[in-house]
């Protein structure tokens, strides 16, 4: 309870005196007065709760809330609140709320003065918890503010504080502060403890004299002061030589430089401690006659295990429950020296069993004083339960098994493997033996496993899918973000060369990923990455608005032709309201929209933003995008969630505009008014797009909630922000009138997440739009948040894989998936970049959008089959009439059997169209001896497929190496879903030649002279569209195809693979079994290889070492040092060494060796080029 007259407040000149083992006396009561810079103020500080009350936000819900007494913990005084819940039996979001009321009973505490921070104490047991608080301003905008994170663990006391909005107008208050759990559910304890408001910018959020107390004269104490910092444990003792101490009256007591109080004579004085900023006093008495308590208080553990120590500490307790520590004058005993033993304050568990801890004081006044309290000595105490290796299961894939983890207040974490009792919630998806724990999967679906020890609960969200499924139709999308810089350019980087190099870099390793679409920020903020007349070149670009790239090159028209050359889709995204991220317009160029049209402008939460109640503003940025349209090959419109901007307390100043619409007449209400202005942009950009080019895809990527099932019925099972009434995006209405042509949520919450869990949403969006596409068809593309792999309830590797693979079990509904962004899961996270190119190993064509009114290229004639050096050659001509073919479709069945094009059985490639009529394309995956039949057929700009061609077969005579050097994506996918090897040159019937030239590569690129080395060696060779990917990543597979080459093929017979994931007939396999019975190479400890991943820097030293160790130079010990050495791993330290000895490899420009980071093709080229004399 807090009251006026119990509040301590420190002024200018004064800081709050409370006391961390002691509360003291005698202080000053000023809580009417207003609050300056350098005070604090206690708020609440539980010594009396009957204005703190208790609600839940879910009734099944189990929680109490009750005042807690030493020896209970408490950090402050002698109580402390304990809250005690259970909400393991909900799967809704579930939240206790400890709400605070004033004086006259109304809802919410008023805050006194304008305080920067909320801070208070918190004892958990080791657990994550979530702890938020609600305030709440004059004009009743409320507020969350955050403690904690779902991902912070409380273990003990801690002391958390949260800074207050500044947009808020005061008297402020407090309405509640509350505990969330939002995924796995938990049962257990929290105690809290002084609760304070911190005024003016201070890192010592408490300030406090302890050792303290009234005193008689010729009484000498020794005080100490104490601070707390956000994140501590305990308050922690200030050194005295760091602090101020002063006595307002010498006469009655006197403080030396060192804390020592002497009291003189009797009367009262004011002691005042200044330390860091910080000053605290503490109105002292004295008086003739000794000063003693009667009460008595013990305080120390509860439990101990065998030959576990505790302290236990006394105090005498005064008036307003301040304590003062006595433990050095009391006598503390066991009853039961044989369970625990007692040396001076340190307890000690001897054995199992209850003892009573007596501590004894002898005073003066009122004699022999005792306080006692129990303590049991018992096993390792159970803290709690983890159901570990469950959460992702494949129907028909491995058998799945759970196990529980213990975590033990002293043992800490161990598996418990007796008294374990399983369950699951849903039989239909998959059933648990009760007492092994063996899961089977038997349907797609998302289910919970819960396990039950002794009372002690767990529970874990299980995902069951089928397999990768290899879809024939399917968008790979990836988001490229310019905004920030975050995934193009780099920041800072201005050079349109480096710039392009690195953006064909990047879609290089998309490309290797099985990336077919990029969804590309053209227009992140008002500004343009192409000429235009609406808008001033980006800033993000050329580093200054209104600035063309040096070499006045095209940025878009370069990103088209790369991504097509690629047979990647090219989505132009613009952010249609967002001007700039700060709101200086005078910063904005002179011709800038926004500084021709102020009125346009609205200044909204730090960033300006057109408002989209101007018509004429709406008009202009439908011009905008038109302007794309009209002058550039791109594939499609894309916009993302940005409509109005996210909710804040500041309003949206768009009132004179709504007051203009009422007045002329309009009915619709604030809400619906907005609506229809985003809704006037979403369909004049449908029709405007439509009449430049109707085959120029319009799709939008909205936020993954529309409304909550408890706003709306039909709206979805979840709890958080409606996008239909927080940013006015009426997504349904755009899927029935047909406004567009895909839609993409964002639904970026994992499996299992209560309040908007990924299948919910996911499910949900199938329905809406097989409910509510009216005009035609929709295609749904679910975003995904690569960007938060690895963070809190995304900790899982198989977390986004999972998310991949439902979503492929939906086909037909589901019909793709976007990432964001690229730069996130191109940095491989948890190995999510493996197995993101593991799902896409198998090329996909996008799905045909057949309202588009898109028609079939004629059917390819194939014009020529033969057996080349590294494979199979086709050549085929395109159709001379009808619709042109965008690119080919490449089918191969084995023996004499006619593919089959329906499915993606036997899709092995898929290739751009060339200009002229002869195509061609080399197959470097087949493999001598064997028979194949072949198909090609023509697919259009939006995907429409021909028929296949008349079918071809061929026995492959004459093929140099199978394998040689591939490149992830480099054109397709073998039967088995592994990545495919590069193609020679395309566009040419003749056989290679053995110095090509390639596009890609210019003369002056780092390692050109390395590369040009190695093809005219046959160790690299090119790709079908003429490049040779210097950027592109290299898996393992790839590697030992260019180890085997540079090995100069001493082949033995090797008949079968010792991996169990590289099959015989693989392209690869030949290489990896040689190398791997020549010892230079090896695998896994699981017996896999896993050829698919990308080879790390350390690896590939290591392998080449072990091929040529014999003909390198000695190294001695530590010859050369990196700056990241212990990052190396011991196995590769002497590969490392050695090669660097050499001059063969080197660090980076910080020295760094990045010896776990994937290696390119061009660091490959210049390594792999020094052995070239040594084969």
Do not use: C
Request: glycine letters at 6%; aromatic letters at 10%.
């Amino acid at each position: 309870m807090k009251r006026f007259n119990r509040m301590f407040m420190v002024l200018l000149s004064f800081l709050i005196v409370s006391s961390s083992f002691s509360a003291l006396s005698g202080v000053s009561y000023a809580a009417e007065m207003q609050a300056n810079s350098s005070s604090s103020l206690v708020f609440e500080d539980f010594e009396d709760m009957s204005d703190v009350y208790l609600t839940k936000s879910v009734a099944t819900d189990y929680a109490m809330l009750e005042q807690s007494t030493r020896p209970d913990p408490a950090v402050h005084g002698l109580s402390a609140a304990k809250l005690t819940y259970d909400f393991t039996g909900s799967t809704a979001t579930s939240a206790a709320y400890l709400r605070f009321y004033d004086n006259d009973g109304s809802a919410g505490r008023t805050i006194v003065g304008s305080p920067s921070k909320i801070g208070f104490w918190v004892y958990g047991a080791g657990f994550k918890h979530w702890i938020r608080a609600q305030v709440q301003d004059a004009n009743k905008t409320q507020a969350t503010i955050d403690f904690t994170t779902t991902s912070t663990v409380i273990d003990g006391w801690q002391y958390v504080s949260a800074n207050l909005p500044t947009n808020l107008t005061g008297p402020y208050k407090l309405n509640f502060i509350y505990y969330v759990e939002i995924g796995a559910k938990t049962s257990g304890t929290l105690y809290f403890d002084q609760i304070s408001m911190i005024y003016g910018n201070t890192t010592s959020l408490e300030f406090q004299w302890s050792n303290v107390k009234p005193m008689h004269i010729g009484e000498i104490l020794n005080a100490q002061m104490l601070e707390t910092k956000a994140g501590y444990k305990m308050p922690a003792a200030v050194a005295a030589n760091l602090v101020t101490f002063s006595s307002s009256d010498q006469s009655v007591a006197e403080v030396a430089a060192d804390g020592m109080i002497t009291a003189l004579a009797a009367g009262t004085t004011t002691l005042t401690a200044s330390y860091n900023g910080a000053i605290s006093t503490y109105e002292l008495t004295v008086t003739d006659e000794q000063v003693e308590s009667n009460n008595l208080v013990i305080t120390g553990p509860s439990t101990l295990v065998p030959s576990e120590d505790g302290a236990v500490h006394v105090y005498s307790v005064f008036d307003n429950n301040q304590l003062f520590d006595v433990t050095q004058s009391a006598f503390i005993t066991s009853n039961d020296e044989a369970i625990l033993a007692v040396d001076g304050n340190i307890l000690r568990g001897i054995s199992y069993g209850t003892a009573t801890i007596t501590a004894t004081l002898m005073t003066e006044q009122y004699g022999e004083l005792t306080a006692s309290y129990s303590l049991e000595v018992k096993p390792g105490e159970l803290r709690s339960i983890a159901i570990k290796d469950v959460f992702s299961a494949i129907i028909g894939g491995e058998a799945l098994s759970a196990k529980v983890i213990g975590t033990y207040r002293i043992e800490g974490e161990k598996p418990i493997t007796e008294g374990v009792t399983y369950s699951i919630d849903n039989a239909s998806i998959a059933t648990i033996d009760a007492d092994t724990g063996v899961i089977t999967a038997l349907t797609p679906g998302v289910t919970t496993v819960r396990a039950n020890v002794n009372g002690q609960t767990a529970q874990q969200t299980l995902v069951v899918t089928n397999d990768i499924s290899n879809p024939k139709h399917e968008l790979r999308g990836a988001w490229i973000s310019t905004v920030e810089n975050i995934d193009w350019p780099t920041k800072g980087d201005v050079d349109p060369a480096s710039q392009r190099e690195d953006f064909i870099k990047l879609l290089d390793e998309l490309q290797a990923a099985g990336i077919n679409a990029i969804f590309t920020q053209v227009r992140p903020t008002a500004d343009s990455f192409f000429p235009s007349e609406y808008f001033p070149w980006s800033h993000w670009l050329t580093g200054k608005q209104g600035v063309a790239p040096a070499d006045n090159y095209d940025p878009l028209a370069f990103m088209i032709e790369e991504a097509h050359k690629r047979n990647m889709e090219f989505h132009a995204w613009v952010n249609p309201f967002r001007v700039s991220m700060n709101t200086d317009i005078e910063a904005l160029v002179e011709t800038h929209p926004a500084r021709q049209h102020p009125d346009w402008i609205v200044n909204y939460e730090g960033k300006l933003y057109f408002n989209p109640g101007i018509e004429e503003a709406r008009n202009y940025i439908i011009e905008a995008v038109n302007e794309i349209v009209v002058n550039y090959n791109i594939d499609g419109i894309h916009m993302d969630d940005y409509f109005y901007p996210y909710p804040s307390s500041q309003s949206f100043n768009d009132a004179e505009q709504y007051g203009d619409y009422t007045a002329a007449g309009g009915n619709l209400s604030l809400s619906d008014w907005r609506r229809n202005n985003v809704n006037e942009v979403v369909s004049g950009l449908h029709d405007t797009i439509k009449e430049s080019k109707d085959y120029v895809k319009f799709g939008i990527s909205p936020f993954g909630i529309w409304k909550n099932k408890s706003s709306d019925a039909t709206g979805s099972a979840t709890n958080g922000l409606e996008s239909y009434s927080a940013i006015y995006a009426d997504t349904r209405t755009w899927i029935q009138e047909g406004w567009v042509d895909y839609i993409a949520p964002q639904i970026y919450w994992h499996f299992g997440y209560n309040a908007a869990a990924y299948d919910v949403l996911v499910d949900w969006w199938v329905n809406e739009v097989n409910e509510h596409a009216n005009t035609h068809d929709v295609h749904l593309y679910i975003g995904h948040a690569t960007y938060k792999v690895g963070t809190s309830g995304w900790e899982n590797e198989d977390q986004l894989p999972a998310q991949l693979r439902y979503n492929q079990g939906k086909q037909g509904a589901v019909d793709g998936s976007i990432l964001f962004s690229s730069n996130h899961f191109l940095a491989n996270p948890l190995g999510i970049l493996d197995a993101i190119k593991e799902t896409y190993a198998r090329p996909a064509l996008i799905p045909e959008m057949s309202w588009l009114d898109g028609t079939a290229p004629q059917v390819p004639l194939i014009n020529t089959i033969k057996s080349v050096k590294t494979g199979v050659q086709l050549s085929w001509n395109m159709a001379t009439s009808g619709e042109d073919a965008a690119y080919y479709t490449i089918y191969r069945a084995d023996g004499n059997a006619t593919p089959n094009i329906s499915t993606s059985e036997h899709l092995i490639a898929t290739v751009r169209a060339v200009n002229g009529s002869l195509q061609s394309f080399v197959d470097e995956t087949a493999v001598v001896g064997e028979t194949y039949t072949y198909a090609v057929a023509a697919v259009s700009r939006i995907h429409v497929e021909s028929e296949a061609s008349e079918s071809s077969t061929i026995l492959v005579e004459t093929v140099n190496t199978p394998t040689p050097t591939p490149s992830p994506g480099g054109g397709g996918s073998t039967e088995e879903g592994t990545t495919e090897e590069p193609k020679e040159e395309g566009g040419t019937t003749e056989e290679e030649v053995d110095t090509p030239t390639f596009n890609d590569l210019s003369k002056d690129h780092w390692a050109a002279k390395y590369i040009e080395q190695l093809v005219a060696n046959k160790i690299f060779t090119g790709y079908a569209d003429g490049t040779i990917k210097p950027n592109a990543l290299m898996t393992r597979a790839e590697y030992m195809t260019v180890l085997y080459r540079l090995y100069n093929n001493k082949v033995v017979l090797v008949e079968n693979s010792t991996f169990t994931d590289v099959k015989q007939n693989a392209w690869y396999s030949e290489a990896i079994n040689q190398l791997t019975h020549h010892g230079f190479v090896a695998g896994y400890t699981d017996g896999s290889f896993k050829p698919n991943h990308s080879i790390t820097r350390e690896e590939a030293f290591v392998m080449l070492y072990r091929m040529f160790k014999d003909k390198l130079p000695a190294a001695q010990a530590n010859d050369v040092a990196f700056a990241d050495d212990a990052a190396i791993a011991g196995w590769a330290q002497e590969a490392v060494q050695h090669l660097a000895a050499a001059g063969i490899v080197e660090g980076d420009g910080s020295g760094k060796l990045n010896p776990k980071q994937p290696i390119t093709r061009a660091e490959i080229a210049k390594i792999v080029s020094f052995f070239l004399d040594k084969k």
